[in-house]
């Protein structure tokens, strides 16, 4: 059973840091891509980062330089470490482990950036 439970969210200042962690289980971490989505009050989720096994990671124009995805394949955990963040950047940040025709979701943690 496919299991993906994000932690690292919170409150923080505009041009602050934080570091969103995701914990999987239930099937071989390393073989599959990994990604963070977000989605703000109104707004449709959308991609933040994604990275394959062993491709090239890709990321949301409106992120590029400040947020990076990254991977331990020997704890079984994906990262999104996250800078200068805007008060745009507020969202639930949710890890999805990305399955042809199907992706798990796990259930969000709420970054909030204050102005």
């Known amino acids: 059973q496919v299991q993906l439970v994000e932690s690292g969210g919170g409150l923080v200042q505009a041009g602050g840091s934080l570091r969103l962690s995701c914990a999987a289980s239930?099937?071989?971490?390393?073989?599959?891509?990994m990604g963070w989505y977000r989605q703000a009050p109104g707004k449709p989720r959308e991609l933040v980062a994604g990275?394959?096994?062993?491709?090239?990671?890709n990321y949301a124009d409106s992120v590029k330089g400040r947020f990076t995805i990254s991977r331990d394949n020997t704890k079984n955990t994906v990262f999104l470490q996250m800078g200068s963040l805007k008060p745009e950047d507020t969202a639930v940040y949710y890890c999805?482990?990305?399955?042809?025709?199907?992706?798990?979701w796990g259930q969000g943690t709420q970054v909030t950036v204050s102005s």
């Open positions: 999805v482990l990305v399955l042809v025709g199907i992706n798990y």
């Open positions: 239930g099937f071989t971490f390393s073989l599959y891509t």
């Open positions: 990275m394959p096994t062993g491709g090239i990671t």
